[in-house]
């Protein structure tokens, strides 16, 4: 089941269980947190298997016409059953009711790192495409690919 969260402590509950379950994404401890703390005040949707949390999607204003996936995590044993399309879809149309025109998100650059590279097609296949990169944005081990999807 996917829904729409508007408590601020579930929310962070529900994104602190499946980052700290993601540390092979999530590993920098401070940024973990960051995006725990900030996903409080964000557009949260939760997908739900069995009764509990498994996966949620964070949106963030970025302009007055463009909304950022800023984070998303599915707990692995539910990779690849279709919960993060379910999340991305939910997102999507609730970006869109909210009027927005766009939407972006920032990954790994293609090439760097395998399970990067997964995350790098599951947005190609959600429609994305591929805008920007900025090989220092984060590090210059970590090219910044920045990545945009027309909702209109």
């Avoid at 729409?4 to 929310?11: C, L, P």
């Avoid at 298997?49 to 707990?75: H, I, P, Q, S």
Wanted: charged residues 30%.
């Amino acid at each position: 089941m996917i829904e729409q969260i508007f408590d601020k402590d579930e929310k962070r509950t529900i994104a602190r269980k499946v980052l700290e379950a993601l540390k092979d994404w999530f590993e920098v401890d401070e940024s973990r947190e960051q995006y725990i703390r900030e996903s409080a005040d964000r557009i949260f949707i939760a997908a739900k298997e069995n009764n509990e949390y498994v996966g949620f999607l964070c949106l963030k204003e970025t302009g007055r016409d463009t909304v950022e996936l800023a984070v998303m995590g599915v707990l692995m044993e539910y990779h690849r059953s279709g919960i993060g399309r379910q999340l991305f879809e939910k997102a999507k149309a609730i970006a869109v009711s909210e009027g927005y025109s766009f939407m972006q998100v920032k990954t790994v650059q293609m090439g760097k790192y395998p399970d990067y590279d997964k995350t790098n097609l599951f947005y190609i296949s959600c429609g994305f495409k591929e805008f920007e990169v900025f090989p220092e944005y984060w590090d210059e081990d970590n090219p910044c690919q920045i990545y945009v999807l027309s909702l209109r």
